[in-house]
Nanobody, 122 residues
Framework: QVQLVESGGGLVQAGGSQRLSCAAS????????MAWFRQGPGKEREFVAT????????IYADSVKGRFTISRDNAKNTVVLQMNSLKPEDTANYYC???????????????WGQGTQVTVSS
């Protein structure tokens, strides 16, 4: 089992920045691909970004490319999503996920956090 706890959500103005963190505990963090997904009001859960176990490779959703950066610190068992130039449409509950498949599909991730809410005001 892997336990994931997100933090860093809150209210931010459009154009601002927010930094989300995900702390992992349980099984060896370095075994897992890590990702962020989000679910906005009235929307389905969607892929945001993912990073390989080594941190060498990343994939981003087109909607966040160039604005968001995913990174990980394997010594601290954390993964971070730095969000810049935020837009109202980025408003969502953001979830951290861990799995073995490097990709955009939610079914590739076994473990999920409870989520942290990000609200971007216009």
């Amino acid at each position: 089992q892997v336990q994931l706890v997100e933090s860093g959500g809150g209210l931010v103005q459009a154009g601002g920045s927010q930094r989300l963190s995900c702390a992992a505990s349980g099984r060896t963090f370095t075994n897992y691909v890590m990702a962020w997904f989000r679910q906005g009001p009235g929307k389905e859960r969607e892929f945001v970004a993912t990073i390989t176990a080594t941190g060498y490779n990343t994939i981003y959703a087109d909607s966040v490319k160039g604005r968001f950066t995913i990174s990980r610190d394997n010594a601290k068992n954390t993964v971070v999503l730095q969000m810049n130039s935020l837009k109202p449409e980025d408003t969502a509950n953001y979830y951290c996920a861990a799995g073995n498949a490097f990709g955009r599909a939610a079914r590739g991730y076994t473990y999920w956090g409870q989520g942290t809410q990000v609200t971007v005001s216009s």
